[in-house]
């Protein structure tokens, strides 16, 4: 199953050992996130590591890790659908996540936030969902 991830779902592996990161390294599972993902983790880093008790070599070292299992799509290949995922929500930081999974084939979005499940433009997954697989 290929999905798009939302970066909360990544930042929630990085801060504990619990479902996000055991669903995120699932081999029955294959993600993609924006290249605006790196940014958004960027800008939380210190509140990351604080939230997670973890220093600057483990959180890199995890970042790694979950990363070999998140592929970065870089915006040159989705970015003729902003426009339109610019009109299918109204959270401007979630924009790049619309406009990916318009670009490319995938099964839908993985997220929690509620603001996703106001259109049925494409699947939008909670994390109950994707245990229910599992």
Known sequence: MKLVIDTNKIIAALIKNGLSRQIITNPIFSFITPD????????????????????????????????????????????KFLPMAQTLIEDVDDVPFIALCLAVKTDGIW????????????????????????
């Open 111 to 134: 997220s929690d936030d509620t603001h996703f499940h106001t259109h049925q433009k494409f699947m939008i997954f909670r994390t109950k969902d994707l245990i229910s697989l599992l």
């Open 36 to 79: 605006h993902t790196l940014d958004e983790i960027s800008s939380y880093e210190t509140v990351i590591r604080k939230k997670g008790k973890l220093s600057k070599k483990e959180f890199d070292l995890l970042f790694a890790l979950l990363f070999g299992y998140i592929t970065i799509i870089p915006k040159e290949e989705y970015t």
